[in-house]
DNA sequence: GCAGAGATCAGCT
DNA sequence: GCTGATCTCTGCC
């Protein structure tokens, strides 16, 4: 399976969002394969946008936004967890990201409970700080190529039919911008 | 089933 | 020192 090409990410950062639901996430680690359809993202963008890491301008954490699309951008928060982004924007801006939410897992699910430590699987990866934890992601994949096969990197995925738009989570500025993308599997 | 606390890092005031 | 693109566990309804 091919990764997808840098062009993919040279657009603007909503219909990236958009498009990289469905897609395949692949996680390599040692000689396990992990990986998941993505079923939930969020953009956020620049100066248009608040909520977002790269609103404030470059500091230490957010610099990948601003560097080459394509990459993983990956950041700590809340004192314990890992969320995971794609860098994505078109040429009319600096910065830009596409937050992964969520995902249905389909390789390696087995690695996925052991990295958890549960034994639900409807709560392996429904959050941006579970499937982090679930893949094994860390501030190692920062700024990881996601168009080469890495350790992380994403590939083409299922048809998706209805993409469900809705406010972003867990945020208080830019709450009136619709960019939280949804499909059910 | 739902509300609240705790974990404890990077960046801002 | 406080706040956050979060999750889990606890305690109470």
């Known amino acids: 399976m091919k990764a997808l090409p840098r062009s993919f990410y040279e657009r603007n950062t909503v219909k990236v969002a958009k ?4 897609k395949t996430l692949v996680r390599k680690t040692g000689n396990k394969i992990i990986s998941g359809i993505i079923t939930e993202t969020e953009a956020y963008r620049h100066t248009d946008d608040p909520a977002s890491h790269a609103f404030g301008g470059l500091t230490g ?6 560097d ?29 990201a596409v937050l992964i939410r969520a995902i249905t897992p389909k390789l390696g699910i087995n690695e996925m409970i ?12 429904n959050g941006p700080a ?8 860390t501030k190692k994949q ?11 990197y994403i590939t083409e995925g299922v048809k998706t039919t209805k993409i469900k738009s809705n406010p972003r989570v867990g945020i208080k500025k830019g709450i009136d911008k619709m960019w939280n993308f949804k499909i059910e599997i």
């Open 19 to 22: 498009d990289l639901l469905g």
């Open 61 to 66: 954490r957010n610099k990948v936004m601003f």
């Open 68 to 96: 080459q699309v394509g990459i993983a951008y990956v950041y700590f928060t809340y004192g314990m967890h890992y969320c995971v982004n794609a860098v994505a924007r078109s040429d009319s801006y600096e910065a830009g």
């Open 114 to 125: 052991k990295n958890r430590k549960i034994n639900s699987i409807s709560n392996l990866t």
């Open 130 to 137: 579970k499937l982090t934890q679930a893949m094994n992601i």
């Open 142 to 152: 920062y700024g990881e190529d996601l168009t080469k096969q890495s350790s992380l």
